[in-house]
């Protein structure tokens, strides 16, 4: 590949992961940097239209380049995707919550600016399973994060069984999210499925003003059942 | 335990881990949040009165309570810690750069104040190990955090065949440091042990000037061997 001039930035851009909590979890320079850019490689259009409009980027929002970012793209995409970057425009990544690349997709197109010699600066901003880690008072010297469990019941008891045996024979931090309308059935499957004594941490609506971030044993929890219904959390377990 | 007062709130405050940063990678409202507190749980006491100072606390020093955070404390000197907690004071825990509990100390008093039904809130910052993971390109769906790899030849070369076969079957990106002054052994180990199409990743003195975040395969590596003597580092592998 040629390049005309030198490569672009690709910046990585954390976007607040609830509703109106820009000035509490973004630092300054990041509002700085963003109304510098005009292409954007998008996660979900509509809530990048809304925190550009958020952070009042300088621009009208018609002369922003804003690319969807389609998590199954094939290579070929990817090429045209990052397009401007190899004609000498900075770019942004955005999430449509949280941090690019981290449970979340982007991570293809970094890997393909890797290979093309393209500079990538990660910006700081939330990332709720960072700050569920923080919070739990669990092991931040050995952690894993996994994802989502399997969605099968059999399956996920067993995925259960097993992160509890790794937090318990190799003193690891087991981290892992559900889709948020099947946060209670994780957590009576998780209830269930593991020894009274394990520990679990639940951070439930990280950064909102109704968010916390609990760890108690599991026989704790049973006696007050928490409501997560539709409300995005975070599950540690620890031994 | 009795209350005499309902308790305080644990506030989990990262500071910045390059120098003259603070505006960067900070939100605001950290900063008007640190103003507010008065007893901060500190992992070094002489970092810590370079924040307050930087983040330029209304109080003079001397009338700000820094209890220094030894991480190897028994439960009767974290009891003795969080004592303003219980006595109604809200408090920071500061860790020497970073976010706290996270490949830092702080964990065994957020653990002890989540007994004690303290609430415990953590705030946006900079963190090495989840910016290298933003910005690696490997996978953000699955990966893991080891902390520092043995020191002994035979079995750091042996950690890392094994992280690297952990990478490579369980398609999970496999996240480690090491002590500055042991970079360079550690980089040689990894591109004498590991196989050349291997990816690894470095991030080199993340979020200063200087630093940079890179990924390629071990012998792309081999060809321009970076000098991180000294300066923090975060090792990432992928498959």
Known sequence: MQYISP????????????????????????????????????????????FIKQVAHPLPLE?????????????????????????????????????????DPGAAVVHYAHQHHIPVIPLVGPCSILLALMASGFSGQNFAFHGYLPINKEARNKAIKRLEMQALQNQQTQIFIETPYRNEALLAALLDTCKPTTCLCIGKNITAPDGWIQSKPIKAWKQHKPSLNQVPSVFLLSS
């Open 7 to 50: 490569p672009g930035t690709l910046y990585l851009i954390p976007v607040p992961i609830a509703p109106e909590t820009h000035q509490q979890v973004l630092p300054a320079y990041n509002t700085i940097l963003v109304h510098r850019l005009t292409h954007f490689l998008v996660e979900n259009e509509r809530t990048a239209r809304r």
């Open 63 to 103: 002369d922003i380049h804003l690319q969807p970012l389609n998590k199954h793209a094939p290579v070929e995409d990817i090429a045209t995707y990052i397009q401007p970057l190899l004609s000498g425009h900075d770019m942004g990544i955005l999430a449509e919550a949280g941090c690019p690349g981290v449970a």
